[in-house]
């Protein structure tokens, strides 16, 4: 656990050794949280737009822009967060660009929107679904690190939501209200993070000195 030493120069005592926050890395933790807010945001739109407006199949287009803006900040989040295992941060990434890649190679594939092709042909969340599998990574992450009862819940419920419309196995009902449920959780656990103390998200930067020493 990470102590704050009573001095002005802000120097923190972790697992080996002391270690000091600079202004780069409070830095880093905002665009985190921005990257996070971004994402979060354009999820809640295009869901509520979807369950609230019934947007006709060719309004579904107007989802395809904010997807990429969904990516956009996930990969913001991603380039910043602190994670102690490089490999785990590496895979989460990588995860990111494979959806990324999937979701362009569909667009060009198909006449129709994104949205409607990957809801009406399921296999495509084969590919398009690493992106979500990036972002179920982060909420695990932040579930272990920090405990959110809202973290507790989205690690689940979104390769639940996927997983189950893949297969057939829910009702529109249902995958409707795991979409509403996942689309509040996520606004929920974006503004927690705005107004949690930054510190706690850099973590203990002697861990990964030790890491990086190691790894040589």
Not at 200 to 210: A, C, L, M, Q, T
């Amino acid at each position: 656990m990470v102590t704050v030493s009573p001095t002005e120069s802000e120097v923190y005592q972790g697992q080996f050794g002391e270690f000091t926050i600079t202004p780069s890395d409070r830095r880093g933790v905002l665009l985190y949280r921005t990257g996070l807010c971004v994402a979060a945001l354009s999820f809640a739109a295009g869901s509520a737009w979807v369950l609230l407006a019934h947007p006709s199949a060719n309004q579904l287009a107007l989802l395809t822009p904010l997807f990429w803006l969904f990516c956009a900040g996930l990969a913001l989040s991603l380039l910043t967060i602190h994670i102690y295992l490089a490999a785990l941060h590496r895979l989460l990434q990588a995860f990111l660009l494979v959806g990324a890649f999937a979701a362009i190679f569909i667009a060009l594939q198909r006449p129709e929107s994104l949205a409607w092709t990957v809801y009406h042909y399921p296999v495509t969340l084969l590919g398009i679904g690493f992106s979500f599998a990036a972002l179920t990574g982060i909420f695990f992450k932040e579930a272990f690190c920090f405990n959110r009862f809202e973290t507790k819940f989205l690690t689940p419920l979104v390769p639940l939501l996927l997983l189950g419309h893949w297969a057939g196995v829910f009702s529109v009902g249902v995958e409707q209200g795991l979409l509403a449920a996942w689309s509040i959780l996520f606004l929920v656990f974006a503004l927690r993070k705005v107004i949690q103390p930054i510190p706690p998200d850099i973590g203990d930067k002697s861990v990964f000195e030790y890491l990086k020493m190691k790894a040589k």
